[in-house]
Structures are given as C-alpha cells and as structure tokens.
C-alpha cells in the first residue's frame, strides 16, 4: 500500500457526514489506515437555497424553489432510513447553520488534543443532530472543549486568527483537490465522494475487486 494515510472532510451540518463517521472509523481500522480528519463547510444555499422553519416544521422563511424542496426532503428521508436501522437520531435543523466555528475547534481539538479528536466528532454529531447544542456560540463550544478535556485556553482567541487562517488554508487545499461535498475522501491522490465508495476504497487497497459492482 502506497499510503497509510486518508483524508476525510465532514461538515457538521451534514446528515450524510454523521452517518459516514462510524463505518469510516471501522475501515479505517480494518485497512490500517490514519484518518486525517478535514473540516469542509459547505455553502447550502448555492445549491439548496436557504430556509428557516419552527417546531412544527411551519417554513417560516424561504428562498427555495420546487426542486430544492424535492432534494432537501428526500435528503432527510433517506438519511432517516440508514439512522433508524443504527438507532441514531436525526432531526431536521431549523436553520441553515454555519459550521464555520465548531470546524475551528476540530482543528483546535487536533492541534492540542489529537487523541481526543473522534471522541469530538462523534460528540458533536450526535448532539447536534439532537438539536442540543448551538455550533455557532462561542461559550457552547467552550463548554464542550472542556466535558471532552480538551485544553480550551486562549482558544476564542486563536480561531479569531490562526485558527481562522488554517481552516481558510483546508479549504482551498481541499478545493484544489476537487472537493466539493462531505464525506470526501481523499486517497493516494483521488477523491471519492460518499461512504458508498468505502468498499472501492479497500478494493484499492487490497486490489481485489471482486466484491465491486
């Protein structure tokens, strides 16, 4: 094997990166690889339009049109099937939401406690998708550096600056590879978007493809 190393972007907001985390962590165990986990922060609204919408799922505000309607709620519907059959709550945010400050404390949580950093994801996806925790407050974020013990000293400060550089650097470096949607997966130079290319993945690896149709 030419590399030990993948990279996988994920975005918080993502329902599709939620459900990609345990079975990506699985074969990257199995294969003997090093998960080089990358924020992505996904700008829905180029493609999905934006809305907001209350308890009850009443839209309170709106900019999509039929189609992205369509998409968005199939999106969900199919997230559910796959979140019901592992017992995994999924509920529908209200809001479009920006990812751009829990993507800094991943790296944060990589730079200062690397060993801690699936315990972080898989805390913040699963929190979050239950509607728990607010990604985008300052003090929210703090607070869960700290249940985690990550080391949350001077961190507002660093995403100010340095943490919001190293995530403007992921982002560009990600895009120059083709990235355009999570999980991405990045391995010995070719990017493969969805947890459905996992089994291509390992074919790769193991240069068995027998399995692959």
């Known amino acids: 094997m030419k590399n ?71 999106s969900y519907m199919d997230c559910r099937r796959y979140a019901n059959i592992r017992d ?53 974020i703090t607070s869960i550096l700290k249940h985690i013990g990550i080391n949350s000293n001077f961190f507002k400060e660093w995403s100010i600056n340095d943490g919001k550089k190293e995530l403007e650097v992921i982002t560009e470096k990600g895009q120059e590879k083709g990235v355009f949607g999570v999980p991405s997966y990045y391995f010995d130079n070719e990017l493969f978007w969805g947890r459905e290319h996992l089994p291509m993945i390992e074919a790769k690896i193991t240069n068995d493809y027998s399995k692959i149709y």
């Open 4 to 74: 030990n190393i993948i990279d996988i972007y994920i975005d918080f907001k993502s329902p599709y990166a939620y459900l990609a985390i345990n079975p990506s962590i699985k074969f990257a165990k199995r294969n003997k690889l090093k998960i080089n986990w990358l924020p992505c922060v996904l700008e829905i609204p180029d493609y999905l339009g934006s809305a907001k919408v209350d308890d009850q799922r009443n839209i309170l505000e709106s900019d999509r049109n039929p189609h992205q309607w369509r998409r968005v709620k199939y």
């Open 88 to 140: 995994i709550t999924i509920r529908g945010p209200q809001k479009i939401w920006n990812t751009q400050l829990i993507s800094i404390a991943l790296l944060w949580t990589k730079n200062n406690n690397y060993e801690l950093t699936e315990l972080f994801i898989e805390y913040v996806f699963e929190k979050f998708w239950k509607r728990e925790i607010d990604i985008e407050d300052y003090s929210v």
